[in-house]
């Protein structure tokens, strides 16, 4: 995938390390770059690549943590060609309760409740 917009293409290589029963330490790895998040919950993680803002040059990489409750904690993250950068985190009251649009917009249920924002915008919910 062409991550960055340069015209050339670019791999996600991902590696899942389980250091306890409890966590999961993800390792993403675009060009040279190399980040890791650690999972706070360990019921489940997804990794999806998508283009929250079709205006800028660049696709997007999400994290999906899932809690036991339904709940679910959302890393946002853009690799420009140079670093894979922490865009934002948010939490959601529940996971599947999550949508946007092409226009940089987020919609999900937030613990404080429905939330719009933009991507760059989204915060970790205070109530948490």
């Not at 489940?44 to 999400?62: I, M, N, Q, S």
């Not at 719009?116 to 970790?124: F, I, P, S, T």
């Amino acid at each position: 995938m062409d991550f960055d917009g340069d015209g050339k293409l670019e791999t996600l290589e991902i590696t899942v390390e389980k250091e306890n029963p409890n966590q999961t330490t993800l390792s993403f790895v675009i060009g040279s770059c190399t980040k890791k998040i650690e999972s706070p919950w360990d019921d489940g993680v997804g990794v999806y690549v998508t283009d929250f803002d079709t205006a800028d040059a660049f696709l997007d990489l999400y994290v999906k943590v899932l809690g036991t409750d339904f709940s679910a904690i959302f890393f946002i993250y853009e690799y420009d060609g140079k670093a894979i950068s922490h865009i934002s985190t948010f939490q959601t009251a529940e996971a599947a309760w999550f949508d946007y649009d092409t226009a940089g917009t987020l919609f999900y249920k937030g613990l404080s409740g429905e939330t719009e924002c933009h991507y760059r915008d989204a915060v970790a919910d205070s109530s948490d």
